[in-house]
């Protein structure tokens, strides 16, 4: 309560006077329907960062944007490498797995990344995000239940001659390396090539002797052809991805004072030298990075894809565009979920992800409004190679059922067909109906494959590998989704607009571990559903110098798909992890983003997200626990950010000063609000210091600057191993960037 106080005291303390300075209107232009619009023509909800911001607040990837955005947490999940969890308005994914789809959607370029495998999205030669709030289900459709992230990487420019490099050092043995050229090939044609490599090392100190230091490199490029002529453009990208190292080792929460009698430790105790996992391990050290683990896991992805937008001009009034796309990610990443040097639960996912899509749309300007209307294709394969090891250790010592290697390879095929609209309805200057629709047909198919690794004669512990199960397949899904809009602009240039939307993410097969033949027939989900209902507002104030966007929302959310980890009822077996659907659940809230100009020289942001209802309706799981009136995991009651940035002109350059935080209040990791798996409330701060003068360019940056200690997942294993994984978010990192501008 009191950081919520010190937000609106700033707030009030900060808000300028306007009588002195006027501030030009600016026409932002989004692409939140396909097609660039002035944003007050746009009836969702949307937040924008530019690739200015990201280039010099030093954002890594799309995991690093939720703290810029209300009501957007975007976690690195189980470890960096593994599939990013994404939240938006409380409706997101948790499982790390690899065979899911995220209900919020991201799209590059116009191209959906698919599984949530590829969500993953280095961030590099940007030109902007914008982040869609809200379900997305008329023309981004499928599986967009909580909304859509839309990354534009910077284009060709034609007749252009120019490029940078950039070099960086900081804290953690952070290296970058970066480079840009964009070269005119002719009159019509030019290349945009882009490479970017990174390296660098992870907060968290290992004590294990003879452990490395956890650490990964990095290496991304594109290739971009862009060809326009009088009725007719092209775009092709080519782009890949090298990502390799030690994967950042997870920590220990043990639960127990005494683990010989069972006695627990409390709340306030977990992370002192005075607890203890359920063999008596601790890692001796109060200092929040320090851990002790056998830590020899690798990380590897190589990913490559490729695209071609053609957009050719039919008339004056009518546009066809076609957008082919095909991606190729292979990767490998082990983990050790003990966080102790033994080998007690250690495995390795792997992944094999191709997906095909095709999208055919037509756009057409009327005197009475503009229509949109198309087809889209998509076909993903799915395969992976799993295994998890259990209790090695312990191999001839407990019970030969306990101490399993469990080997579990699945295929997933998923093909999505769709027709879509939408019509915007200018009814007059002043008011719009729009009416969307999309159908949607999409087909999985499933093979799930597990072997075992037992120990059957107590003198070969190496053990035998045996069949345990095969289960296949399929999940078929025939589902309509829409959307009703009304916009109304004021004659002094303010926005209002309602919406009533709905939107689904498709059923499939939980590619999970899964520890019996009977989970594994169970496997298969349903769709999920939501309606939601909004209203929003934006405006200008006081000759536009205070810029206000503000909208509240509510959510019927129907048969949700929730990753569920629940204690197994055989006492010390792996607690038992599955994706299905729940009853439902209801979410309502409200944002406000506000930005004050103070002159040309200085401008704050104050951003709020406000979700004090997000919570499972009547609900009982398949174990018998209720879990009605539970809190959504990872949803926030608040989320405020702010920012100010001050710019100063010193003989022939610009100097720039930027300083914003981030406040996340308490939440939890799961479904059953353990008190012990949860984050409690974090204030974040981060700054940067840069200055340019001619073609050169300095920044100064840091992130977490008061080095808050907090975690990305806090996963229970508590009637397992007796204690709680903890993959702990990075502490303080700073560095300087040099960029040269050709």
């Given at each position: 309560?009191?950081?919520?106080?010190?937000?609106?005291?700033?707030?009030?303390?900060?808000?300028?006077?306007?009588?002195?300075?006027?501030?030009?209107?600016?026409?932002?232009?989004?692409?939140?329907?396909?097609?660039?619009?002035?944003?007050?023509?746009?009836?969702?909800?949307?937040?924008?960062?530019?690739?200015?911001?990201?280039?010099?607040?030093?954002?890594?990837?799309?995991?690093?944007?939720?703290?810029?955005?209300?009501?957007?947490?975007?976690?690195?999940?189980?470890?960096?490498?593994?599939?990013?969890?994404?939240?938006?308005?409380?409706?997101?994914?948790?499982?790390?797995?690899?065979?899911?789809?995220?209900?919020?959607?991201?799209?590059?370029?116009?191209?959906?990344?698919?599984?949530?495998?590829?969500?993953?999205?280095?961030?590099?030669?940007?030109?902007?995000?914008?982040?869609?709030?809200?379900?997305?289900?008329?023309?981004?459709?499928?599986?967009?239940?909580?909304?859509?992230?839309?990354?534009?990487?910077?284009?060709?420019?034609?007749?252009?001659?120019?490029?940078?490099?950039?070099?960086?050092?900081?804290?953690?043995?952070?290296?970058l390396l970066e480079g840009v050229a964009n070269i005119p090939l002719s009159e019509n044609i030019a290349t945009r090539i882009s490479v970017s490599s990174k390296e660098y090392d992870y907060s968290t100190n290992n004590?294990?002797?003879?452990?490395?230091?956890?650490?990964?490199?990095?290496?991304?490029?594109?290739?971009?052809?862009?060809?326009?002529?009088?009725?007719?453009?092209?775009?092709?990208?080519?782009?890949?991805?090298?990502?390799?190292?030690?994967?950042?080792?997870?920590?220990?929460?043990?639960?127990?004072?005494?683990?010989?009698?069972?006695?627990?430790?409390?709340?306030?105790?977990?992370?002192?030298?005075?607890?203890?996992?359920?063999?008596?391990?601790?890692?001796?050290?109060?200092?929040?990075?320090?851990?002790?683990?056998?830590?020899?896991?690798?990380?590897?992805?190589?990913?490559?894809?490729?695209?071609?937008?053609?957009?050719?001009?039919?008339?004056?009034?009518?546009?066809?565009?076609?957008?082919?796309?095909?991606?190729?990610?292979?990767?490998?990443?082990?983990?050790?979920?003990?966080?102790?040097?033994?080998?007690?639960?250690?495995?390795?996912?792997?992944?094999?992800?191709?997906?095909?899509?095709?999208?055919?749309?037509?756009?057409?300007?009327?005197?009475?409004?503009?229509?949109?209307?198309?087809?889209?294709?998509?076909?993903?394969?799915?395969?992976?190679?799993?295994?998890?090891?259990?209790?090695?250790?312990?191999?001839?010592?407990?019970?030969p059922s306990l101490t399993t290697t469990f080997y579990y390879d699945n295929t997933i095929n998923i093909e999505s067909t769709a027709i879509f609209g939408q019509f915007d309805w200018q009814i007059n200057n002043q008011?719009?109906?729009?009416?969307?629709?999309?159908?949607?047909?999409?087909?999985?198919?499933?093979?799930?494959?597990?072997?075992?690794?037992?120990?059957?004669?107590?003198?070969?512990?190496?053990?035998?590998?045996?069949?345990?199960?095969?289960?296949?397949?399929?999940?078929?899904?025939?589902?309509?989704?829409?959307?009703?809009?009304?916009?109304?602009?004021?004659?002094?240039?303010?926005?209002?607009?309602?919406?009533?939307?709905?939107?689904?993410?498709?059923?499939?097969?939980?590619?999970?571990?899964?520890?019996?033949?009977?989970?594994?027939?169970?496997?298969?989900?349903?769709?999920?559903?939501?309606?939601?209902?909004?209203?929003?507002?934006?405006?200008?104030?006081?000759?536009?110098?205070?810029?206000?966007?503000?909208?509240?929302?509510?959510?019927?959310?129907?048969?949700?798909?929730?990753?569920?980890?629940?204690?197994?009822?055989?006492?010390?077996?792996?607690?038992?992890?599955?994706?299905?659907?729940?009853?439902?659940?209801?979410?309502?809230?409200?944002?406000?983003?506000?930005?004050?100009?103070?002159?040309?020289?200085?401008?704050?942001?104050?951003?709020?997200?406000?979700?004090?209802?997000?919570?499972?309706?009547?609900?009982?799981?398949?174990?018998?626990?209720?879990?009605?009136?539970?809190?959504?995991?990872?949803?926030?009651?608040?989320?405020?950010?702010?920012?100010?940035?001050?710019?100063?002109?010193i003989s022939d350059g610009e100097l720039a000063i930027s300083l914003g935080n981030d406040y996340q209040s308490e939440y939890y990791f799961d479904q059953n609000m353990n008190e012990s798996a949860m984050q409690d409330?974090?204030?974040?701060?981060?700054?940067?210091?840069?200055?340019?003068?001619?073609?050169?360019?300095?920044?100064?940056?840091?992130?977490?600057?008061?080095?808050?200690?907090?975690?990305?997942?806090?996963?229970?294993?508590?009637?397992?191993?007796?204690?709680?994984?903890?993959?702990?978010?990075?502490?303080?990192?700073?560095?300087?960037?040099?960029?040269?501008?050709?």
């Amino acid at each position: 309560m009191k950081l919520r106080s010190l937000y609106v005291a700033c707030a009030l303390a900060c808000a300028p006077s306007y009588a002195q300075v006027s501030n030009d209107m600016e026409v932002i232009e989004v692409y939140a329907t396909k097609r660039a619009q002035p944003i007050k023509q746009v009836t969702v909800t949307l937040s924008t960062v530019d690739g200015e911001q990201i280039d010099k607040e030093q954002l890594k990837d799309v995991t690093a944007i939720g703290h810029l955005i209300p009501n957007v947490k975007i976690s690195q999940n189980a470890a960096e490498g593994t599939t990013p969890a994404i939240n938006i308005r409380g409706v997101g994914l948790i499982d790390y797995n690899t065979s899911n789809t995220s209900p919020i959607a991201i799209y590059q370029d116009d191209v959906t990344v698919g599984a949530a495998n590829n969500q993953l999205v280095n961030l590099f030669d940007i030109e902007s995000i914008e982040i869609l709030r809200g379900p997305q289900g008329t023309l981004f459709g499928r599986n967009s239940t909580g909304g859509a992230i839309l990354i534009r990487n910077k284009l060709p420019e034609l007749n252009t001659l120019d490029g940078y490099i950039k070099v960086g050092r900081g804290n953690l043995d952070f290296g970058l390396l970066e480079g840009v050229a964009n070269i005119p090939l002719s009159e019509n044609i030019a290349t945009r090539i882009s490479v970017s490599s990174k390296e660098y090392d992870y907060s968290t100190n290992n004590l294990l002797p003879g452990s490395e230091q956890a650490g990964m490199v990095q290496t991304d490029y594109r290739v971009a052809l862009l060809g326009q002529w009088d009725k007719f453009d092209l775009h092709f990208k080519l782009n890949g991805n090298d990502w390799n190292g030690t994967v950042n080792p997870v920590g220990s929460i043990g639960i127990f004072k005494d683990p010989v009698n069972g006695v627990l430790c409390s709340v306030e105790e977990l992370g002192s030298n005075n607890c203890f996992d359920a063999f008596g391990f601790n890692d001796g050290s109060e200092r929040f990075f320090d851990v002790m683990v056998n830590n020899e896991q690798e990380h590897d992805t190589e990913n490559i894809g490729t695209s071609l937008k053609l957009n050719y001009q039919l008339n004056d009034t009518l546009e066809l565009t076609s957008i082919t796309a095909y991606n190729s990610l292979n990767r490998d990443h082990g983990f050790n979920c003990d966080g102790s040097p033994a080998q007690l639960c250690e495995g390795h996912l792997g992944t094999k992800d191709d997906a095909f899509s095709q999208e055919l749309r037509l756009s057409s300007t009327f005197d009475i409004g503009h229509l949109m209307a198309g087809i889209y294709y998509l076909h993903e394969d799915i395969k992976q190679n799993n295994f998890n090891d259990i209790l090695r250790d312990l191999r001839g010592i407990l019970d030969p059922s306990l101490t399993t290697t469990f080997y579990y390879d699945n295929t997933i095929n998923i093909e999505s067909t769709a027709i879509f609209g939408q019509f915007d309805w200018q009814i007059n200057n002043q008011f719009t109906v729009v009416l969307g629709a999309r159908y949607t047909d999409e087909t999985t198919q499933y093979e799930s494959h597990s072997d075992l690794n037992i120990v059957l004669d107590p003198s070969d512990l190496a053990g035998q590998t045996i069949d345990y199960y095969t289960v296949s397949g399929s999940e078929t899904d025939d589902q309509v989704s829409g959307k009703l809009a009304l916009n109304y602009q004021t004659l002094d240039g303010t926005q209002l607009y309602y919406s009533l939307s709905n939107g689904y993410k498709s059923g499939g097969y939980y590619g999970g571990f899964i520890a019996t033949p009977e989970q594994a027939e169970l496997a298969a989900y349903g769709p999920e559903y939501i309606l939601a209902n909004e209203l929003g507002l934006r405006t200008e104030l006081f000759d536009n110098q205070w810029k206000i966007a503000a909208a509240v929302f509510h959510y019927d959310y129907q048969d949700q798909q929730v990753f569920m980890n629940q204690a197994s009822a055989t006492p010390g077996a792996p607690p038992l992890q599955l994706l299905e659907n729940v009853a439902s659940s209801t979410i309502y809230g409200a944002e406000l983003e506000n930005t004050w100009f103070l002159g040309s020289d200085i401008d704050i942001t104050f951003n709020v997200g406000y979700l004090p209802h997000a919570e499972f309706d009547e609900y009982v799981d398949p174990l018998g626990n209720a879990l009605t009136d539970h809190r959504l995991p990872f949803t926030s009651e608040w989320n405020i950010a702010s920012n100010i940035n001050y710019r100063l002109n010193i003989s022939d350059g610009e100097l720039a000063i930027s300083l914003g935080n981030d406040y996340q209040s308490e939440y939890y990791f799961d479904q059953n609000m353990n008190e012990s798996a949860m984050q409690d409330n974090v204030l974040l701060w981060h700054a940067n210091i840069s200055y340019s003068i001619a073609a050169w360019h300095v920044n100064l940056w840091g992130k977490n600057l008061t080095d808050e200690h907090y975690s990305h997942l806090k996963f229970d294993l508590s009637s397992f191993l007796g204690m709680l994984e903890d993959f702990k978010a990075e502490g303080r990192q700073y560095g300087i960037n040099l960029r040269y501008q050709f």
